[in-house]
């Protein structure tokens, strides 16, 4: 059973650009629907990345990011009071 779903003038541009390059690339004619068809499979396996592609933040940091802060950590040698720090933020 079919369903129509409306897209945007954009994405069905895209569409059936990437159903021509497939043409080219691959002397195979795809249908849109079966174009749609496989990338719905393919985003269903990896549905953890398309899920976290909807998230408004990053946070939680991932480990690499992590990393990457405390790699670039460094001692100055000077003590930070709370104080100090409420006067630089918000003066």
């Known amino acids: ?27 195979v004619s795809v249908t849109q629907q079966d174009l749609l068809t496989r990338l719905i499979d393919d985003a269903y396996e990896s549905r ?26 460094f001692q100055s040698g000077v003590e930070t009071a709370e104080d100090d720090i409420d006067d630089v933020l918000y003066g």
Do not use: C, G, H
């Open 48 to 73: 953890a990345d398309i899920i976290d592609s909807f998230r408004e933040t990053t946070v939680p940091l991932s480990d690499a990011e992590k990393e990457a802060m405390r790699r670039n950590r």
């Open 1 to 27: 059973m079919a369903t129509a779903v409306k897209v945007d003038e954009d994405a069905k541009s895209r569409l059936e650009e990437l159903q021509a390059e497939i043409r080219l690339r691959t002397e």
